[in-house]
């Protein structure tokens, strides 16, 4: 079955980045002068996915006003002549695209993704986070997590190659290799010591629908918090979790540091910007 539809969780609390996230959602904050959650959307767009829908809480209903048109706005540029800028906020108009629906209270990314059950109907989905960027210019991730599925027909989740001192920040998968895929056996959340690989999930998921069924069953049968990473580990039993290295850099904008890093790299490659910055690190680097 193609791939159409896409589910982006973005109701969480955001507390890496208080104070800034207190009003305006972390998933909005610019890399350069793009929206996080824009450059998500943009690469699914890219990769013919048709319908989106963003699980938001209350509190974050900006969200959905930055997708939609803003005429006086576009009135604006056009009498000015700027556009390169309309240009830039009609490529923001998705709300034909987009639905949205509340998660009722921030109770992680499992609970979050079983709000999606309706507008999934049974069909496989693309599953992201709303703060993570896998960057290829050459074939994007959310193409591969499609490669990916179209060759195994099974639930991809995306995995990055990550250095030994990054480990303990993510769901570190065990697994059999399979050709070029991984058979998920294990998931280590956040290990200090002995990580079962270098392979750190990044927030990117191809999903069949029965992973709503193994949500609901894990939260009937666990107290307390529910977490994705349960639910990946019993798809993982069924032989149903296929890992999937995703080609490309990873930048965790959800974390300050990741947040930064992105800044500085999109911005090496931004045509008004690339040049000062450059000679800006130059001369930061000396300072050190
Ligand atoms: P994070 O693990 O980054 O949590 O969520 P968070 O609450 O957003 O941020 P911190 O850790 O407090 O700083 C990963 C993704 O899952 C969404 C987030 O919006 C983010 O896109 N999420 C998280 C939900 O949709 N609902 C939740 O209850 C929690």
Redesign the pocket.
Known sequence: MRVRKAVL?????????LPASKVVP??LFPIVDKPILEIIIDELIDSGIEKILL?IRRGKEIISQHFDINYELQENLKEFSKFELLEKINSSNLASKITLIK?SQ????A??ISFSKDFVCGEPFILC???ELVVNENKNCIKQLIDAYERTNKSIVGVSFTPDDELHNYGIVDFERVGKYFQIKDIVEKPFINAPSNFAINGKYLMQSDIFEIIENQKNQIAGELLFTNCLLELARQGNAIGCEIIGKRYDT?DKFGFIKANIEYGLKDKNVSIKLKKYLRSVVNEL
């Not at 969780?9 to 980045?17: D, I, N, S």
């Open positions: 969780p973005v109701a969480g609390l955001g507390t890496r980045f972390k998933e699980v998660q921030p109770l992680g990314f609970d979050a986070t709303g703060d959800g």
